[in-house]
T-cell receptor, first 117, second 113 residues
Framework: EPEVTQTPSHQVTQMGQEVILRCVPI?????FYWYRQILGQKVEFLVS????????KSEIFDDQFSVERPDGSNFTLKIRSTKLEDSAMYFC???????????????FGDGTRLSIL | GENVEQHPSTLSVQEGDSAVIKCTYS??????FPWYKQELGKRPQLIID?????GEKKDQRIAVTLNKTAKHFSLHITETQPEDSAVYFC????????????FGSGTRLSIRP
């Protein structure tokens, strides 16, 4: 069964440094997402991406965050100047859909644990 | 605003008994309700979902019910087994959104042997 893959599994970064988290969505999916989960808390939506542009974003997704699909397979999340409170598990997900709307199941990757020192 | 409330936060049941987790949502214009299971340190895994044109859906020991009038939906696990122990999240997609889903706060389910 196809899966969403994420790298690295764990990233340790000094506060103020830039970090890039990488994801390879399921190949025939058109919608891509990033979610965040602080330890012991619920999963929080960050951003969705469709047709090479951001479709929706949450209040968490401020100017420090950006997403990119640099080629036909990768989907990245960049945090420009990391803060201590960015420490969390970051999940990438993807889903099918068409026409700018998706009610299809979202499949999650294993996540990247980001630790800011 | 868009919000999903989930109860209880923790649930302990005897192996073989049933477990029920309940969620309510804030906006009547919601059309898709997935449930995710998350084991410790693992990814959220979709276990079942239901759409607003259906009142109930079942998959083996797992069932989900939806009451659109009351704006609540529930997960039912029958004949619970030790491997059912995990955190369960309900979620909802609102009509005002193109694709994002809003998660509930999670229920930690423990199955007592």
């Amino acid at each position: 069964e196809p899966e969403v893959t994420q790298t690295p599994s764990h990233q340790v970064t000094q506060m103020g440094q830039e970090v890039i988290l990488r994801c390879v969505p399921i190949s025939n999916h058109l919608y891509f997402y990033w979610y965040r989960q602080i330890l012991g808390q619920k999963v929080e939506f960050l951003v969705s991406f469709y047709n090479n542009e951001i479709s929706e974003k949450s209040e968490i997704f401020d100017d420090q965050f950006s997403v990119e699909r640099p080629d036909g397979s990768n989907f990245t999340l960049k945090i420009r100047s990391t803060k201590l409170e960015d420490s969390a598990m970051y999940f990438c997900a993807s889903s099918e859909g068409q026409g700018g709307i998706s009610n299809q199941p979202q499949h999650f990757g294993d996540g990247t644990r980001l630790s800011i020192l | 605003g868009e919000n999903v409330e989930q109860h209880p936060s923790t649930l302990s049941v005897q192996e073989g008994d049933s477990a029920v987790i309940k969620c309510t949502y804030s906006d009547s214009a919601s059309n898709y309700f997935p449930w995710y299971k998350q084991e410790l340190g693992k990814r959220p895994q979709l276990i079942i979902d239901i759409r607003s044109n259906v009142g109930e859906k079942k998959d083996q020991r797992i069932a989900v019910t939806l009451n659109k009038t009351a704006k609540h939906f529930s997960l039912h696990i029958t004949e619970t087994q030790p491997e059912d122990s995990a955190v369960y999240f309900c979620a909802a997609k609102f009509d005002s959104s193109a694709s994002k889903i809003i998660f509930g706060s999670g229920t930690r389910l423990s199955i007592r042997p």
